[in-house]
């Protein structure tokens, strides 16, 4: 076997074993808690934004939040929603209706259900998580909320692209003369 055959075949591997392993992927884990006060039911967010994902072309992020409450919800809505919503008044001087609450046409994920949690895919852009406590559920007199986080990180289609114009280099490379 001659050089560039061996060059051009450990090149085809490299790019099988990146797509598996892009396939697979990792997964970030962590817990955090945070206090809640009562919202009757309107969002509130946090100060800061949610890391931006820049590399959306490459690799795909999917959040996965659980939290230990049944009297929460959660929310993500882009950063127009929640200057909306912070500029609506004050808690408890909302707008009516549906307007910065779970059921807000504007949100782009959100869970009611601590035990199934929220999943989102994340997308480009500038988000913000928000939160509030459910209408007419039982009030605890605990305050804190424990939230457990999985972010899972797998090659998106840009990657395996790049992946695919490896193992062809690779290939061609292999039958050169």
């Not at 039982?138 to 424990?146: D, I, Q």
């Amino acid at each position: 076997m001659e050089r560039q055959e061996r060059i051009g075949y450990s090149m085809m591997g490299a790019a099988l074993l990146l797509v598996l392993a892009g396939t697979v992927g990792f997964t970030v884990e962590g817990t955090t808690s945070i206090d809640v006060v009562t919202t009757g039911g309107k969002t509130v967010f946090a100060n800061e934004a949610l890391p931006e994902h820049a590399l959306g072309a490459i690799v795909t992020a999917e959040l996965t939040l659980n939290w230990d409450r049944e009297d929460i919800y959660v929310v993500i809505v882009e950063e127009d929603e929640k200057s909306r919503c912070e500029s609506s008044g004050t808690l408890g001087g909302f707008e009516s209706g549906n307007s910065c609450t779970a059921n807000d046409a504007d949100v782009i994920a959100v869970s009611v259900d601590g035990t199934e949690g929220l999943q989102w895919t994340v997308a480009p852009g500038v988000h913000y998580a928000g939160l509030g406590t459910v209408p007419g559920a039982p009030s605890f007199t605990n305050s804190e909320v424990m939230f457990d986080y999985d972010v899972h990180l797998h090659a998106s289609f840009g990657l395996y692209f790049i992946f695919f114009l490896l193992g062809i280099a690779g290939f061609a490379y292999s039958r050169m003369k």
